[in-house]
């Protein structure tokens, strides 16, 4: 059993600021990727950010300068500084992670249940 829980969402006015938290606990034996998506209501879910367990990250172009992901030493934490937020960065984020599973070794993705961003003008 491994969860995902998303933390950090509110309200945010245009030009400000927001920081999310991802928190994965369970039957972990290595978390290979983080990664934060969002979908917009009536959109495709896409992808943000992600971070590997070398520390390497990636991002989408739409929040390329704005947004940085990064992880915690223990890497069973994510997060995204979301920085110069817009109108159109409004969704709801979740969290996406590639874990090997404990004792089975098996891996998979594991989603969190997402957090409200509201980025009013």
């Known amino acids: 059993q491994v969860q995902l829980v998303e933390s950090g969402g509110g309200l945010a006015q245009a030009g400000g600021s927001l920081r999310l938290s991802c928190a994965a606990s369970g039957s972990i034996s290595r978390i290979n990727t983080m990664g934060w998506y969002r979908q917009a209501p009536g959109k495709q879910r896409e992808l943000v950010a992600q971070i590997t367990s070398d520390d390497s990250s990636n991002y989408a172009d739409f929040v390329k300068g704005r947004f940085t992901i990064s992880r915690d030493g223990a890497k069973n934490m994510a997060y995204l500084q979301m920085n110069s937020l817009k109108p159109e960065d409004t969704a709801v984020y979740y969290c996406?992670?590639?874990?090997?599973?404990?004792?089975?070794?098996?891996?998979?993705?594991?989603w969190g249940q997402g957090t409200q961003v509201t980025v009013s003008s």
């Open positions: 996406k992670a590639f874990v090997t599973i404990k004792y089975s070794y098996n891996r998979r993705d594991f």
